[in-house]
């Protein structure tokens, strides 16, 4: 069974630091994209960023651009986002999912983490 599943959310102060892990299992993602959205209370997912599976190449939103850091472990089969100077906005579930690459649409997804900042 292939299946994502995000781990690192909770509560943390506005200023500081947080990691997200994203373990995935079932198949190898070679030639695939694995990427980060978020979604804060009533507002749409929102892309966050990706990383390219074989080469580790990344892109962001402009939004998040400086703060955010998306790492790869393409034999832990783990990706990372590395979150820093947290802001209140940043508040929300944050999905890892992935896509073919060759494809734009993300098909399958993890069931989400709660980062919670507090100002």
């Known amino acids: 069974q292939v299946q994502l599943v995000e781990s690192g959310g909770g509560l943390v102060q506005a200023g500081g630091s947080l990691r997200l892990s994203c373990a995935a299992s079932?198949?190898?993602?070679?030639?695939?994209?694995m990427g980060w959205f978020r979604q804060a209370p009533g507002k749409g997912r929102e892309f966050v960023g990706e990383?390219?599976?074989?080469?580790?190449?990344?892109y962001y939103a402009d939004s998040v651009k400086g703060r955010f850091t998306i790492s790869r472990d393409n034999i832990k089969n783990t990706m990372d986002l590395q979150i820093s100077s947290l802001k209140s906005e940043d508040t929300a579930v944050y999905y890892c999912?992935?896509?073919?690459?060759?494809?734009?649409?993300?098909?399958?997804w993890g069931q989400g983490t709660q980062v919670t900042v507090s100002s």
């Open positions: 999912a992935s896509r073919q690459f060759s494809t734009s649409a993300y098909d399958l």
């Open positions: 079932g198949r190898t993602f070679s030639g695939y994209a």
């Open positions: 990383v390219e599976w074989s080469s580790g190449t990344t």
